[in-house]
């Protein structure tokens, strides 16, 4: 599966911003998909996921309560809604897929198929 992530930019602390990750190849309806993001120098850190029957849904103590997950099956998308945004939430966030994964696998190694990332600015 391919996977195109958008929907990056600058924005104000407190403000949010929407992104989206669309898929195409593989049937997406069976994907766990989740985000991760990734700051210079650092690891990728797991923020949020979503399974395939959008049951179920993890999210990183950092962005709980603030980011929301979900994803529309009919159009192959999955989206991560951020609000409340901090600096520190600034970083490339990249989306990623795992057939039948669980919304519990926080590890990047995991994950089969990635998308290229996109770029999320937060000034104080």
């Known amino acids: 599966v391919q996977l195109q992530a958008s929907g990056g930019g600058l924005v104000q602390a407190g403000g949010s911003l929407r992104l989206s990750c669309t898929a195409s190849g593989r049937t997406f309806s069976t994907y766990t998909m989740t985000w991760f993001r990734q700051t210079p120098g650092k690891e990728r850190e797991f923020v949020a996921a979503?399974?395939?029957?959008?049951?179920?849904?993890n999210f990183a103590d950092s962005v709980k309560d603030r980011f929301t997950i979900f994803r529309d099956n009919a159009k192959n998308t999955v989206y991560l809604q951020m609000n409340s945004l901090k600096p520190e939430d600034t970083a490339v966030y990249y989306c990623a897929a795992k057939d039948y994964g669980s919304v519990y696998y926080t590890t990047s190694i995991t994950y089969e198929y990635w998308g290229q990332g996109t770029l999320v600015t937060v000034s104080s």
């Open positions: 979503i399974s395939w029957s959008s049951s179920n849904t």
